[in-house]
T-cell receptor
Framework: GEDVEQSLFLSVREGDSSVINCTYT??????LYWYKQEPGAGLQLLTY?????DMKQDQRLTVLLNKKDKHLSLRIADTQTGDSAIYFC??????????????FGRGTQLTVWP | GAGVSQTPSNKVTEKGKYVELRCDPI?????LYWYRQSLGQGPEFLIY????????DSGLPNDRFFAVRPEGSVSTLKIQRTERGDSAVYLC?????????????FGPGTRLTVL
């Protein structure tokens, strides 16, 4: 499809791992990003992965990339209540777009229960 | 400042009025982007500046929307004859000349409400 797709809601218990999934559209997309948005705030860049990588780990965050299936995931280890937010997947397409323009999914609302 | 700033944070206007939304990017960032985020949606691209020129304005929904960046720093998004459907949060982002990674840093947004 033409849209970046994400499931809309995820609930986890504090201390568990969270996995947020995303399907993007362009197999030649060069960079894929995860942004976090807290209520009333702008988007905060959490992490990104270059398309020649399969995995990237950054402290509690692990990003997995499956280029064949155009599937991206974000795993948050030891999820805390402060991780409750909306998480957006975004792709930077290589074809048919201006350098730099990002395409976002609708976002996944993560709720962490104490 | 340390981050991208946007003013005003909230703007309420009446249908048919003209509004201007301002963005101050991170100092030294040459690229500047405007996105629009409607309720329950992800940000949707509007326009992208590299320096003073609009490199891509294909996301502007119609000719009521216009943006400028005359000195390559501050940008203003202008909306004429506002409609209720223009109500959304307008986000600005900037990035450095590091075109490879293109990390875009977002401001807090301007919430526009058209009555």
């Amino acid at each position: 499809g033409e849209d970046v797709e994400q499931s809309l809601f995820l609930s986890v218990r504090e201390g568990d791992s969270s996995v947020i999934n995303c399907t993007y559209t362009d197999s030649s997309s060069t960079y894929l990003y995860w942004y976090k948005q807290e209520p009333g705030a702008g988007l905060q860049l959490l992490t990104y992965i270059f398309s020649n990588m399969d995995m990237k780990q950054d402290q509690r965050l692990t990003v997995l990339l499956n280029k064949k299936d155009k599937h991206l995931s974000l795993r948050i280890a030891d999820t805390q209540t402060g991780d409750s937010a909306i998480y957006f997947c975004a792709e930077r397409r290589a074809r048919g777009s201006t350098l730099g323009r990002l395409y976002f999914g609708r976002g996944t609302q993560l709720t962490v229960w104490p | 400042g340390a981050g991208v700033s946007q003013t005003p944070s909230n703007k309420v206007t009446e249908k048919g009025k003209y509004v201007e939304l301002r963005c101050d990017p991170i100092s030294g960032h040459t690229a500047l982007y405007w996105y629009r985020q409607s309720l329950g949606q992800g940000p949707e691209f509007l326009i992208y500046f590299q320096g003073t020129g609009a490199a891509d304005d294909s996301g502007l929904p119609n000719d009521r929307f216009f943006a400028v960046r005359p000195e390559g720093s501050v940008s203003t998004l202008k909306i004429q004859r506002t409609e209720r459907g223009d109500s959304a949060v307008y986000l600005c982002a900037s990035s450095s000349t590091d075109k490879v990674r293109n990390e875009q840093f977002f401001g807090p947004g301007t919430r526009l409400t058209v009555l």
